[in-house]
């Protein structure tokens, strides 16, 4: 099985608001992105979104320029029902974030938003294609925000390995041309009552 194949899967068995990673309420990332104060005509885009409920929030702020991206077409599919009229206000992108074709043709980011997406990302093959569209992608100025399991938290997610991180690992990835503005832990309580511990990472580029 192919990851996009054990993605649809996830996404056909299961509701949305039953999926373990399942956020009702975006707190975390929406306090970090209405504390950039970025312009409603930003360039934002949301990596491994699935069905994130962000994205209504985001919409509702006012934000123009949103594209959101997942491997999975099944569960874009579902962000869009459940976005009704508003998906035409999206651009969509399916494609794999550590062999990006149609993610080579955004325009330059203003934001970088990655809730669970990069610990997914084990062998550094994929993790240094990941790393390398973001730089090619945010603009000088630009914003990252990037939300992985913590240390000492789950090894496994969805039925498949993460790697858990902490800030200093993300910024090392990140490198020097990044500068972190701000850093938090936050347990995310999942729908099945289980606790997972995240951590959250805002980055500006020089």
Known sequence: MTLKDHWNAAYRKTTPVQ???????????MKLIRSLNLSRYAEIIDVGAGVSTLIDLLLEDGFQNITVNDISPVALDLLRESLGKEECNVEWMVDDLTA???????????????????????SDKDQLAYFNLLKQKVKSKGYVIIAAFSKGGADHCAG??????????????????FILKESFEHTFINPNGDERPYIYTLFQRK
């Open 19 to 29: 999926l373990g990673w399942h956020e009702p309420n975006p707190d975390p990332s």
């Open 100 to 122: 990006p074709t149609i993610l080579k043709q955004l325009p330059l980011l203003d934001l970088w938003h990655d809730r669970a997406v990069l610990h997914f990302f084990t």
């Open 160 to 177: 498949l390995p993460i790697l858990q991180y902490d800030t200093t690992m993300i910024s090392q990835r990140l490198g020097s041309d």
